[in-house]
């Protein structure tokens, strides 16, 4: 981990720059109605407040991307996190930042996949990958993004994917429109280094 903050961080930063390329940190996470907690109510006092939730078991996933200067790109898929499914985020990611694009992301065995090597190779002048350190997601910026999203969005509340998949969209569609609040991502302490 140390080597990555002194050495490995520095070089993708001033490559980034001189190629004047964007970082982009990238994370995937999924949300389950079963496994979030219900939210917020109110009762009167006195009263044991009562939710309602439908008990299905209802699941999305998210693949997103932070730039530290308040950009934000993702994705809401139900399927299973594929190399397909990487490979199309990474095209609209390069498509939409209009640049080239040095994506972050971490040692998932999709990043390391043998078909993504090979886009990547067939795309070295539109996306470039880093892979950070192992078990070190405390160093991604996006996975705040992550917590954001799952004390926002109640999954627990949703009656079908489809109104779960709306909801996640909104969430991250309104983020999009705040790039004041993406930029904060990027001031916790132990990420601050990742301020381009």
């Known amino acids: 981990m140390r080597d990555w903050l002194d050495r490995e961080y520095p070089a993708i930063e001033a490559r980034a720059k001189a190629e004047g390329a964007a970082i982009a940190w990238v994370d995937q996470c999924g949300l389950r109605s079963d496994a979030s907690p219900p939210g917020r109510s109110r009762a009167p006092q006195d009263r044991t407040p009562i939710m309602r ?7 999305v996933n998210v693949m997103s991307a932070v730039a530290s200067r308040g950009a934000l ?3 809401v898929f139900t399927e299973r996190f594929t190399a397909t499914v990487f490979t199309t985020f990474l095209d609209r990611t390069a498509r939409q930042a209009d ?24 795309n070295t002048e539109r996306i470039e990958l880093h892979l950070m ?9 996006d996975e705040l993004l ?5 004390r926002n969005v109640n999954a627990s509340r949703a009656r079908n994917v489809d109104r779960l998949a709306h909801e996640t969209r909104r969430f991250l569609r309104r983020r999009q429109r705040q790039p004041h609040l993406v930029l904060s991502y990027f001031r916790a302490p132990h990420v601050r280094y990742a301020i381009m």
């Open 53 to 59: 939730v439908s008990g299905k078991r209802l699941r």
């Open 133 to 141: 350190p192992g078990y070190s997601p405390e160093l991604n910026p």
């Open 73 to 75: 790109w993702f994705t």
């Open 146 to 150: 992550n917590a954001d999203l799952k």
């Open 99 to 122: 640049r080239k694009v040095h994506v972050i992301a971490d040692r998932h065995p999709v990043h390391r996949s043998k078909a993504i090597r090979a886009w990547l190779e067939a």
